[in-house]
């Protein structure tokens, strides 16, 4: 975090630790019999088919952190998962390490897989509220192996020392707990099976502002005493600002937009990332300047022709409603999807 | 890390607790405290009925036919009081009821519990695997439910034939559909929830996960079930004794007891019929009553 050195392109990145290569992720609602049937004679129905990801690449090095934006919705939630090796892509891979995590299931090394792991938005109902906390976190490493039964107690303690909280929630339920605690418990348990990558979904969209500011510190020491990589999801640029290194703007199942955080709040290039910008309350303008981005995010069943942006965009031009914009590289490592951003004499990229 | 001595595990004591606590919330209800007080005696006597019955109604030699359709309160030539009277073959009537009891309450209580372990890992496996084979579970669910229990349950017993063990099969055949049903709804609930997500990212086993996160968080409906099918388990089995094809004569349950009554009703011997029936309705309002108490305890919309 301390470190802000300039990175590469991400296409460059060979250093990259975790890797997502044209990652797709589509939600099918198929049609029944009855449907297919009066579909062949002549009746409007097909599948549903809801791109929630489409050909998304991203690329983290080693201990870095990286954040994703964009409103609910975007599908940002689902990308977080398939980095975690939870979802399955449709299309595309998944590395880390260079070893594959994209597949659930046999086809992958155990061991490999549990290096990634995830913190839940919700810390309420990412919890069994059937077990105690020692047994949420000693009930992995146990069943894989990582630790002896005689050492439980001892380790269950110590992550929770790690996370800071005291040895006597052992023994209680998760509903005993705040929701900033209950939040720490589920770090715990991401942690009890030593990760290198972490994938946060929204870890602190539940807390109230004071707690936030807690589990964010929390994060960012974990972060530097394991050298953890992480992929920070959230819809609060405020929070992104504050803790990653890297910054990928997300709208509507695509990347309109990465570079390193600084640039990106310096100089937002993408209308999107500049409409997101706008809409953080400021505190030292003095009073609240809230502008929010305009329209509703379209629906990815039916996604706009062109950039998807354009229907909400005020920079929009006539092109931008027939031709999508591929990513154009900026200086510093920036990358953009929009016209926009076109070098001015060769279009394309 | 600080030594541990100090994190001892106060595990007993608060599961204690949190028993007393959910016991305090149910007797918070004084009809329901009433059913699972007479529940328990009824129980008590079914188990006990050796010990308490004044006579073994089983053991043939010790029945006089001179003694039979004596009404309630006369006393016998052995010079023994039948308290309610005895029926066609000379049988002390009260020993007859605890010991029907004492099979009823025993076929009811094994046949729903053994449902309700078929029933939960058919309907858990259903939710948590979905697609084709949560269809093909289903829909030999709805095919079971779609027929009369009771047809169901004569049809098995016209093939199986008579006898306790047979009956219990065939009130299993009826039942378990209702559990895979409940379980299924719960668990399709619970299934979307984060923490069996996180289950599944900490690569825990698929049969772990189904019974250590999924099962726990589908137990609370399910036990309103098992109060609910449990007393019609009984009822079924007492209509398939009174019907002739549940348990064979020579072990009467409170249905067939019934049914022995029934030549007698007009000739005026209604106690053999009516005191085992109104055993019968004392174990079903008993039930129902601790089965309504638990379903609004864990009702979610009525907590707090």
Sequence with gaps: ?349 | MSDTAFIAPPRRAVRLRALAAFGAAFAESPAALAGALVFVALVLAAVFAPLIAPQNPYDLAKLSILDARLPPGSVAMSGYTHILGTDGLGRDLFSAILYGLRISLMVGALSAFVALIIGTVLGLTAAYVGGRIDSAIMRLVDLQMSFPAILIALILLAILGRGADKTMIALIAVQWAYYARTVRASALVEREREYIEAAQGLRLGHVRILMRHLLPNCIAPLLVVVTVQMAHAITLEATLSFLGVGLPETQPSLGLLIANGYQYMLGGSYWISIYPGVALLIVMVAINLMGDRLRDLFNPALKR
């Excluded at chain 1, 960012?220 to 050298?227: A, G, H």
């Design chain 1, 1 to 349: 975090m301390l470190d802000r050195a300039p990175s590469h392109t991400l296409e460059a990145a060979d250093t990259a630790f975790v890797r997502l290569n044209d990652v797709s992720k589509r939600f099918v609602g198929r049609i029944s019999s009855v449907e297919r049937a009066l579909a062949r004679l002549g009746f409007d129905y097909r599948d549903q088919v809801v791109r929630a990801v489409t050909d998304v690449s991203l690329a983290i090095e080693k201990g870095k952190v990286l954040g994703l934006v964009g409103e609910s919705g975007c599908g940002k939630s689902t990308l977080g998962r398939i980095a975690a090796g939870l979802l399955t892509p449709s299309a595309g891979s998944v590395s880390m390490g260079g070893e594959r995590i994209d597949r659930m299931g046999t086809r992958c090394d155990t061991r490999t897989l549990l290096k990634a792991q995830m913190v839940f938005q919700d810390p309420m109902a990412s919890l069994n509220p059937r077990q105690k906390v020692v047994d949420i976190i000693t009930e992995a490493p146990l069943a894989h192996g990582l630790i002896r039964g005689a050492d439980r107690l001892a380790f269950a303690a110590e992550r929770l020392e790690e996370v800071g909280l005291a040895a006597d929630a052992l023994y209680r339920l998760p509903h005993q707990f705040s929701g900033g605690q209950r939040q720490r418990i589920g770090i715990a348990r991401a942690l009890s099976v030593s990760p290198d990558f972490l994938v946060c979904d929204e870890p602190v969209a539940a807390l109230d502002v004071s707690i936030q500011a807690q589990i964010i510190n929390l994060l960012m020491s974990l972060q530097e005493r394991r050298q953890l990589t992480i992929l920070f999801i959230s819809h609060d640029l405020g929070v992104v600002k504050h803790l990653c290194d890297r910054i990928a703007v997300m709208y509507l199942g695509e990347i309109v937009e990465q570079a390193d955080a600084a640039a990106l709040f310096a100089s937002p290039s993408h209308p999107y990332t500049q409409a997101l910008l706008n809409e953080m309350p400021s505190v030292k303008a003095g009073r609240r300047l809230y502008q929010p981005v305009e329209g509703e995010i379209p629906s990815p069943l039916d996604p706009p022709p062109g950039c998807h942006f354009h229907p909400r965009c005020r920079a929009a031009m006539a092109r931008c409603s027939s031709e999508a914009p591929p990513f154009f590289a900026l200086p510093d490592g920036r990358r953009a999807r929009c016209w926009l951003a076109e070098p001015a004499p060769s279009p394309g990229a």
